[in-house]
């Protein structure tokens, strides 16, 4: 079990820059633990942003990764999201979550981007972008 809470959204003007942060937490090593990003627009699905696992490789959803950059701090058990370039279109509530670490089978890049995968989720932060 991971306890997970995200930080740092709010109110952001469109071409700016934000960075949320996500704290966990786990009783057991977290050394097995990949991290997730995901965010719900208003009135759509959820999506996968970004992943990153302990030793820092990182996965990201289409056209994910040309504004967005996921990153890691094992010492203190945080999780970054930095967000570049804000457009209205990034208003949502966004999570971070874990998930085991993918086995040798699996297919990596799918198996980070489903949100079946992921068994512990922070309750999430709101961001709005207005223009």
């Known amino acids: 079990q991971v306890q997970l809470k995200e930080s740092g959204g709010g109110l952001m003007q469109a071409g700016g820059s934000l960075m949320l942060s996500c704290v966990y937490s786990?009783?057991?090593?977290?050394?097995?633990?990949?991290i997730g990003w995901f965010r719900q627009p208003p009135g759509k699905e959820r999506e996968f942003i970004a992943a990153?696992?302990?030793?820092?490789?990182?996965y990201y959803g289409d056209s994910m990764q040309s504004r967005f950059t996921i990153s890691r701090d094992n010492h203190k058990s945080t999780s970054g999201l930095q967000i570049d370039n804000l457009a209205p279109e990034d208003t949502a509530v966004y999570y971070c979550?874990?998930?085991?670490?993918?086995?040798?089978?699996?297919?990596?890049?799918?198996?980070?981007?489903?949100?079946?995968?992921?068994?512990?989720w922070g309750q999430g932060t709101q961001v709005v972008v207005s223009s």
């Open positions: 979550a874990a998930c085991p670490t993918a086995s040798f089978s699996d297919d990596s890049d799918a198996y980070y981007s489903r949100q079946e995968s992921y068994n512990n």
């Open positions: 786990a009783r057991t090593t977290l050394s097995n633990v990949a």
């Open positions: 990153i696992r302990w030793i820092k490789t990182t």
